[in-house]
């Protein structure tokens, strides 16, 4: 019992290769499915999230796959991560492509057609963001890095010390929304579900598995290193 109590916390706090083999490999499965979660969304043809808003006026602006589009936006704001000395982790290069690809994957097979009712689109996004906070809790157990946008979101709180992280985070959605938008990215009741029903949803999702974010430490890329070499 001992032993396996230790191995587990080794696997949970990566000490060893083999436990952060195994954490990217939970990371990158969590990622794909999380990027179902993200394709219902979109599938709900209500208008899409912040984010996903801009990816796709980047998309049609340029003439590009949602996900290359998605990829190229993830890699930027992790560029500027790392310029902002914020800590980087392996999961976030896994996050930067694997999520945005999946989506281009269930797209390519067609697995849900785009709702045609407001009501069944209400509930197909709703269904996509479960999946993806429940993906988010398996991702972020990895401990191998959080998301390029939610690390962006916390070293810009860090650097605007007396604005609430809150507002931080709207004015980062609202912009990104914006520009989407001004590119031709779809905006609607959909977006707006995205921006205030998210929050509220992971909370659930995570009390549902007794999950504390805040008490990861995610281990950071040299750290990831170190021990590999």
Excluded at 36 to 50: C, H, K, M, W
Excluded at 182 to 211: D, E
């Amino acid at each position: 019992m001992g032993l396996r109590m230790f191995n587990n916390q080794k696997l949970k706090e990566n000490r060893t290769r083999k436990a952060i083999l195994l954490n990217m490999l939970i990371a990158a499965v969590s990622l794909f499915v999380n990027g179902f979660g993200v394709y219902l969304t979109i599938q709900a043809n209500i208008g899409a999230g912040p984010w996903d808003v801009l990816s796709l006026g980047v998309a049609k602006t340029f003439g590009i796959l949602y996900g290359t589009a998605s990829v190229i936006i993830s890699y930027s704001i992790l560029a500027i991560d790392v310029s902002m000395k914020a800590p980087i982790g392996i999961a976030m290069f896994i996050d930067a492509f694997v999520v945005g690809k999946s989506v281009d994957l269930f797209n390519h097979i067609n697995l849900v057609p785009k709702c045609n009712s407001m009501v069944t689109g209400i509930i197909v996004m709703l269904l996509g963001l479960v999946i993806m906070s429940y993906t988010q809790f398996t991702y972020m157990s990895a401990a191998l890095g959080c998301g390029p946008r939610d690390t962006l979101l916390v070293a810009l709180a860090k650097r605007a010390k007396r604005i609430p992280i809150g507002i931080v985070s709207i004015t980062l959605l609202s912009l990104a929304t914006f520009i989407g938008w001004l590119l031709g990215g779809p905006v609607g009741i959909g977006t707006l579900i995205c921006a205030f029903a998210t929050g509220p949803i992971m909370q659930m999702a995570f009390s549902s598995v007794k999950f504390d974010a805040t008490s990861v430490h995610h281990q950071h890329l040299l750290e990831s290193w170190k021990i590999f070499i």
